[in-house]
C-alpha cells in the first residue's frame, strides 16, 4: 500500500514538473479569420499541413464575426491581449500593432507578389521596408448594371472610358423608359465614394499622410449633390442616414429598381445566387472622372501582433501560406480577387464559379492596373477611416441643407485633424 | 412527531445553515470591531461594488476627459487639462451650431433638449391615459394590458428593425397608403417626419413599463373617495383632476424621473432606425458620444468621456431639481 502511494507520489511529482518543458516544447498559434465566405475552413486545413511538417506546433484557427475583428480586436490589442495572427480589413489603422516578420519569410518573394499592399500595412511609413503580414485577397469597388433594363429602353450600354456623368445620363435615360425608380446608387461608404472623389482628382492623402481636401474632392461633392437632387440617386442611403453609419440597399439592384449600383466585388456570390438568371447582369469597367477611371481597392490582411510569444512560427505559418500553391488553393475556392501580382498576371481558375462570375471577376481584376496611386495611398493611410467618416457624416448634411459645400470641406479637413489630433499628432 | 413537522424542521435546519456556518466568523468579526461598527461591516460588500462600478467609472471618466490621445489604458494616455471641454465649448454663438467648433456636440445637444420634452411628455400622457382606460372594467382587461406591456419585453434593435421595415420607402406603410390610392411618403429622408417617428417609435416601445406603473398607482387610489365624489354629483374631469392626479402625483414624479433618464439616454433605437439622420436631425447625445468615443478611428475617448460628463451633470441637475420638488410634494 505504501509502495503504491510512493509511485503514484513520484508519477504525479514527475508529470507536473516535466509538464513546463513539455508546453514549452508545443508551440501554439492562434488565428483568428472572419466568417465570411467560407472563413477559416481553408487556413484550418491549411494549418493541418503545417503542423504535419512542424512538429510540436498546434495551429489553432478560430472564426469570429465581421464586428469583432473590426470593433473587440484593436481593443484587445490596445491591452496586448488576442490572437497571435487575424485576418483583417483595417490595414493602416492596426498598424502599431503589427510584428516585423521579415526574418522569417522570403522577403523578396513577399515583395514581388505584393509590393504595393505591403505598403498598407506600413501605416503610412514610406522608409518602412518592414513586412508585418500576406496581404490575403483584394477587394475593387464597381458598379453592377441591369443589362436587361437597358435592352429593354433600346438604350446602349455605355462602352469603358464613359464618364460618371454619361453613366448618370444613360441610367436616367433607362430607369426613365423602364419606369426603374432610381437610375444610379452607392452605398453609403466613404470608401465607395473615394472611388467617384479620386476619379474626380481629389487626393485625399498627400505622400507625407496628411490629409488633404482639395478642388478634386469638391467637385466630387458637388456632382454627387446634384445627383441626389435631380433624383438620379434616392436620398434613401446617403440622405436619410447620419454619422458614420454604414448602410447598403443593394436589395435595390437585386429586385432590378435600380439601374446601376456601386457596390463592391464582395457581393459577387450574392448576385450569383439570388439574381441567377432572374435578369441580364453585369459588372463594368470603372466609371471616369475627370482626373481618371480609378475605383478603390480593398481587401484584408493576414498579419501577426507584436504581443505574441511565437513570432517566428506565426511569421514561418504565414510565409506557409503564402506559396504559390497554397495561394492558388484559397484564392479559386473562396472565389476572391488575388492579391498577389503573379495572381493577378497569370489568373486563377475558379472551378465552382458560374460565368457570369467568372467574368465579373475578370472584369473587377482588369481595374486593378487603372487605379490611381492616390487610391492605393489612401487604402494605407493609417487615417482612412477617419477621413471616411467624416465624408460620409458631412455629405449627409449637405444632402439635408445643414451645410453648404464649403463648409462640409472645411469639416471634413477639421474632423480629420482632430482624429490625428487624438492619436497624438503622428501621421 | 408528524411527516410535515419533520419536514418543516429539516428545511428550516437546511436553510440556516449558512447563518450558522458563518456565524463564527461573524462573531469573531464583532468582538473585533465592536457592535457599533457592525453596520458598516453588513454594507460593506454593497459599498465594494458601488465603488467598483459607480464610483472608480466615474472617476476614471473624469482622467479620460482631461486626457488626449487614442491609447486605452489611463497610464499611456498624456493629461490635458480642459482641452478637450474647451474644444467642445467653442463657440461663436451656442444658438447656432455651425459656429461651433464641435458643431456635431451642439447638434445633438440642441436635438436633445427638443427630443426630451417631446417625448417625455408624451410618454407620460399616453401611458396616463392607457393606464385609466386599463384601470376601467372593460372586457378583455388583461389581454389589453399584455398587448401594450408587450413591446417592452422587445429588444430595442429588434422594435427598430421592425420598424424601418414599416417606415422604408416600400415598407408596410406605404403598401397601405397606395392601396389606400394614396401618395406614399419616404418617412425617414425628411427630418420632421424621421423627428416625429423617431418620438412616436420610442414612445410606443417604452409606455407600457410606464402604463403598468400608472395602473398601479391608480388601483392604489381609495374607491371611497371616488364614491364620494360620486355622491355629490362631481364631473368625470373634476375627479380626474381633484383626486385622480392629485393622488398619483408621487407616483407621476417616479414615471417623470425615470422617463426623463430613459429619453436622455435613447440610442440604439434610434441608431439602427435613423442612424442620426437625415443628416444629423435625430442624433441625439448619446450617439455623439459612441460615435466620436467608439466608431471613430482613431476613437477619441478623451472628447467622448468630456461629452458623456456634460451629458451627467445635466441629468445630476435635473434629478436634483426633480427631487426637490417630489420632497416639496410629500411635505404638503
Not at chain 1, 76 to 84: C, K
Not at chain 1, 299 to 322: C, D, P, R, W, Y
Not at chain 2, 93 to 107: G, I, K, V
Not at chain 2, 177 to 201: K, Q
Request: aromatic fraction near 10%; charge should be negative.
Amino acid at each position: 500500500m505504501k509502495r503504491t502511494t510512493l509511485r503514484t507520489t513520484t508519477a504525479l511529482a514527475l508529470v507536473l514538473a516535466l509538464a513546463p518543458i513539455t508546453a514549452a516544447h508545443a508551440q501554439q498559434i492562434t488565428l483568428w479569420a472572419g466568417d465570411t465566405g467560407t472563413g477559416g475552413e481553408i487556413f484550418a486545413e491549411m494549418g493541418k499541413a503545417f503542423e504535419a511538417e512542424n512538429p510540436g506546433v498546434t495551429v489553432v484557427v478560430e472564426e469570429v464575426s465581421y464586428q469583432t475583428l473590426v470593433e473587440s480586436l484593436p481593443v484587445q490589442l490596445e491591452a496586448g491581449e488576442g490572437p497571435d495572427i487575424a485576418i483583417i480589413t483595417d490595414l493602416g489603422g492596426l498598424s502599431r500593432f503589427y510584428q516585423d516578420i521579415t526574418p522569417y519569410v522570403d522577403a523578396a518573394y513577399f515583395e514581388k507578389e505584393w509590393g504595393q499592399t505591403l505598403q498598407w500595412l506600413r501605416g503610412g511609413d514610406a522608409t518602412s521596408t518592414a513586412i508585418y503580414g500576406m496581404p490575403t485577397t483584394l477587394t475593387v469597388n464597381g458598379a453592377y448594371v441591369n443589362l436587361t433594363l437597358f435592352e429593354q429602353a433600346g438604350v446602349p450600354v455605355p462602352a469603358e472610358g464613359a464618364t460618371w456623368q454619361e453613366w448618370a445620363e444613360a441610367t436616367r435615360q433607362v430607369a426613365e423608359a423602364t419606369n426603374t425608380e432610381f437610375a444610379m446608387e452607392m452605398d453609403r461608404s466613404g470608401h465607395r465614394f473615394a472611388s467617384l472623389a479620386i476619379s474626380y482628382g481629389a487626393q485625399l492623402v498627400d505622400e507625407q499622410g496628411r490629409p488633404v481636401v482639395d478642388d478634386g474632392l469638391r467637385a466630387a461633392i458637388e456632382q454627387f449633390v446634384a445627383w441626389h437632387q435631380d433624383g438620379t440617386m434616392p436620398m434613401d442611403l446617403w440622405g436619410a442616414v447620419g454619422g458614420a453609419t454604414h448602410r447598403e440597399l443593394f436589395s435595390d439592384f437585386l429586385n432590378a429598381n435600380a439601374v446601376l449600383y456601386f457596390g463592391g466585388s464582395w457581393t459577387l456570390a450574392q448576385m450569383d445566387s439570388e439574381v441567377g438568371d432572374l435578369f441580364d447582369w453585369a459588372v463594368v469597367p470603372a466609371p471616369c472622372g475627370p482626373s481618371s477611371c480609378t475605383v478603390m481597392p480593398g481587401g484584408g490582411a493576414m498579419t501577426v501582433f507584436s504581443h505574441t510569444q511565437n513570432a517566428e512560427i506565426a511569421g514561418k505559418l504565414i510565409n506557409f501560406f503564402a506559396q504559390p500553391e497554397n495561394l492558388d488553393h484559397y484564392i479559386s475556392t473562396e472565389v476572391e480577387i488575388p492579391s498577389a501580382a503573379s495572381q493577378i498576371a497569370n489568373g486563377v481558375e475558379y472551378p465552382t464559379a458560374s460565368a457570369r462570375t467568372s467574368e465579373a471577376l475578370a472584369t473587377f481584376i482588369n481595374q486593378i492596373p487603372k487605379m490611381d496611386a492616390a487610391a492605393y495611398r489612401f487604402q494605407g493611410w493609417r487615417y482612412q477611416r477617419a477621413m471616411m467618416n467624416a465624408l460620409t457624416t458631412r455629405i449627409s448634411q449637405v444632402l439635408n441643407s445643414e451645410l453648404t459645400v464649403d463648409a462640409a470641406m472645411e469639416r471634413i479637413e477639421e474632423d480629420v485633424d482632430l482624429a490625428i489630433q487624438a492619436a497624438g499628432g503622428q501621421s | 412527531m408528524s411527516a410535515r413537522v419533520q419536514l418543516a424542521s429539516a428545511a428550516g435546519a437546511i436553510l440556516s445553515l449558512p447563518a450558522r456556518l458563518i456565524e463564527p466568523a461573524m462573531s469573531g468579526i464583532q468582538r473585533g470591531v465592536g457592535i457599533k461598527r457592525m453596520p458598516w461591516v453588513f454594507l460593506l460588500p454593497n459599498l465594494v461594488a458601488v465603488i467598483l462600478f459607480a464610483l472608480l467609472p466615474v472617476f476614471i471618466n473624469v482622467f479620460y476627459s482631461m486626457s488626449g490621445s487614442d491609447r486605452l489604458f489611463p497610464w499611456d494616455r498624456p493629461f490635458v487639462g480642459g482641452a478637450n471641454y474647451q474644444s467642445l465649448l467653442d463657440c461663436t454663438n451656442y444658438l447656432d451650431p455651425s459656429t461651433c467648433s464641435r458643431d456635431l456636440f451642439w447638434r445633438a445637444l440642441g436635438n436633445t433638449m427638443v427630443f426630451v420634452p417631446v417625448q417625455v411628455i408624451c410618454m407620460i400622457a399616453i401611458a396616463l391615459l392607457t393606464a385609466i382606460c386599463l384601470n376601467r372594467d372593460i372586457v378583455g382587461r388583461g389581454f389589453f394590458r399584455g398587448i401594450f406591456f408587450f413591446p417592452v419585453m422587445l429588444s430595442p434593435v429588434v422594435v427598430a428593425l421592425t420598424w424601418q421595415w414599416i417606415l422604408q420607402r416600400n415598407g408596410a406603410l406605404n403598401g397601405l397608403i397606395s392601396a389606400a390610392g394614396l401618395t406614399p411618403v419616404n418617412w425617414l429622408i425628411f427630418p420632421n417626419t424621421a423627428f416625429f417617428w423617431s418620438v412616436f417609435v420610442t414612445v410606443w416601445a417604452h409606455m407600457g413599463f410606464y402604463t403598468i406603473i400608472l395602473l398601479a398607482g391608480l388601483q392604489a387610489i381609495p374607491r371611497d373617495v371616488y364614491e364620494a365624489a360620486k355622491m355629490d354629483s362631481a364631473s368625470p374631469w373634476r375627479v380626474f383632476t381633484r383626486i385622480t392626479l392629485p393622488l398619483l402625483k408621487p407616483v407621476m414624479l417616479v414615471v417623470f424621473i425615470l422617463a426623463v433618464i430613459r429619453s436622455v439616454q435613447t440610442f440604439d433605437e434610434l441608431y439602427v432606425l435613423t442612424g442620426g439622420g437625415p443628416g444629423s436631425a435625430t442624433m441625439l447625445m448619446v450617439q455623439y458620444i459612441y460615435e466620436v468615443g467608439f466608431a471613430a478611428q482613431p476613437r477619441n475617448f478623451g472628447l467622448a468621456a468630456a461629452a458623456s460628463l456634460f451629458l451627467g451633470l445635466a441629468l445630476l441637475i435635473f434629478t436634483g431639481i426633480q427631487m426637490r420638488i417630489s420632497r416639496g410634494g410629500n411635505n404638503d
